[in-house]
């Protein structure tokens, strides 16, 4: 009984280490690129009362204003290459794209200094993911006192955030952005990384098959030789 114990741990031991090398040797783990796509829109608040734009409103006709400063929301259609994207487009209010919306600042003078903007940024692909939208909060610093004079700084306070789909996890940052009086329209830019679940290759799982395969062999020649 020892014997044939020893005799099917040897088997399953020198199959697992077969498939070890093979797996470090030939790189089985593949991981599928991603697939993005959704809405963004935006409006503006205050630290004490901050905004949180609808689902439904946003997209590329959604608008928002403070001032003399306006933005134009945006929808986005992307595909990671080696698990990274960049959204960045050009502006093209009202029918911004690949971009997470533009702002425009025009040369009015006004204090923008203490108030907040938070865009909102909701996925339809890829499917599951959750939650499905998330919102990035920026303060507002600057003041406009003519034509290219002045400008404002848009920070944002939670610049990265992660979101889990069926299949792995993306992380989306939206970037900082300035603009000065009188100009635009600028658009509003991240960046997305995301990390699928290792897929192992077909000839992987021949060699798994194969090693169990063998394992079985010395079984059944096993019980022959005993009947």
């Keep these: 009984m020892n014997t044939h114990l020893r005799l099917i741990a040897k088997s399953l031991a020198l199959s697992f280490t077969a498939l070890a090398i093979f797996t470090f040797s030939q790189g089985v783990a593949r991981a599928d690129e991603v697939n993005l796509a959704g809405l963004a829109g ?39 290459a080696n698990g990274f994207v960049g959204v960045g487009n050009a502006a093209n209010p009202p029918n911004n794209f690949n971009n997470f919306g533009s702002f425009t600042l025009d040369n009015s003078q006004n204090s923008y200094t203490g108030n907040t903007f938070t865009v909102r940024i909701a996925f339809s692909a890829p499917p599951g993911t959750a939650p499905g939208s998330g919102l990035y909060t920026a303060d507002l610093f600057g003041s406009v006192t003519n034509t290219n004079a002045g400008g404002v700084q848009i920070t944002f306070l939670n610049p990265t955030q992660t979101f889990l789909f069926e299949g792995g996890a993306f992380t989306l940052t939206v970037n900082n ?3 000065t009086g009188g100009q635009g329209p600028v658009p509003l830019t991240g960046q997305i990384q995301a990390q699928t679940a290792p897929v192992p290759e077909p000839a992987t799982l021949i060699l798994l098959g194969t090693g169990l395969a063998g394992v079985a062999s010395r079984l059944r020649k096993r019980k022959q030789s005993k009947q």
Excluded: D, K, M, R
């Design 42 to 80: 935006g409006c503006f608040g205050t630290p004490a009362v901050p905004c949180a734009p609808a689902v439904p409103s946003i997209g590329p006709s959604q608008t928002a204003t403070l001032l003399g400063l306006h933005y134009n929301g945006s929808s986005f259609e992307l595909t990671t």
């Design 177 to 179: 952005l300035a603009i």
